[in-house]
Structure formats: structure tokens, C-alpha cells
């Protein structure tokens, strides 16, 4: 099971780092992805990390301010929040598979969520 956590509210530029972590399970045996979902808007990959080989991809809206990593004597990922802008307010999802991500973007590759995160960019 995971647990996303590090949520919070923060100015236009500022930064969060988020966790996702889990309990009875060693992470590194599992790619990770990270979604949010704004109000009225539908669930967006962010970003994930492989398994195995830890490849990261990124969505183009978060590129060279955002930094996926993987803790494995934490058991926990990270996603590394910074120059945070109003339009990155949502809530913030992570989400596992135990195979190799080929369509990540997809929620449906996920096997298992964590809850959400709430993470407010204010103006």
C-alpha cells in the first residue's frame, strides 16, 4: 500500500517535496508514478520512475522544475517540487506497478494508488 504525503500550501515559486512510501512492500521492485487531478479536470501523469532500471520521464508542463528519485533505503519516491506556479494546485496521486512502464501517462498501467496529496500554489 502506498501513502503519498508533503502536500501543502505554498507561494508562486516556492517548493514541496512529496513523498510516497510503503508499508510492507520494498519499493524498488516497482515502477512509480505520480498523477494530480485539479478540480474539474481529469487525473495527469506528472511523472514516474522505472523499475529496475530507474528511467524517469516527466510531462512536458513540469519539465526542469519537478525531479522524480527513489529513496531505497527509505522505501520512498520523491517528487521534488520547484519554481510551483497556481496551475500546478491539485491533488497528488502515487500510483504502482510491479512491470516496466510503456504507456506511463496511462492510469490504467497502475496496479495500486496511494491516497492524494493536497499541494495549493497561491498567487
Known amino acids: 500500500q502506498l501513502q503519498a504525503s508533503g502536500g501543502g500550501l505554498v507561494q508562486t515559486g516556492g517548493s514541496l517535496r512529496l513523498s510516497c512510501a510503503a508499508s510492507g512492500e520494498s519499493l524498488n521492485r516497482y515502477s512509480i508514478g505520480w498523477f494530480r487531478q485539479a478540480p474539474g479536470k481529469e487525473r495527469e501523469a506528472v511523472s514516474c520512475?522505472?523499475?529496475?532500471?530507474?528511467?524517469?520521464e516527466y510531462a512536458e508542463s513540469v519539465k526542469g522544475r519537478f525531479t522524480i528519485s527513489r529513496d531505497n533505503a527509505k522505501n520512498t519516491v520523491y517528487l521534488q517540487m520547484n519554481g510551483l506556479r497556481p496551475e500546478d494546485t491539485a491533488v497528488y496521486y502515487c500510483?504502482?506497478?510491479?512491470?516496466?512502464?510503456?504507456?506511463?501517462?496511462?492510469?490504467?498501467?497502475?496496479?495500486?494508488w496511494g491516497q492524494g496529496t493536497l499541494v495549493t500554489v497561491s498567487s
Open positions: 500510483a504502482g506497478t510491479g512491470f516496466d512502464l510503456r504507456s506511463w501517462v496511462i492510469p490504467t498501467e497502475y496496479d495500486f
Open positions: 520512475i522505472n523499475k529496475g532500471n530507474d528511467v524517469t
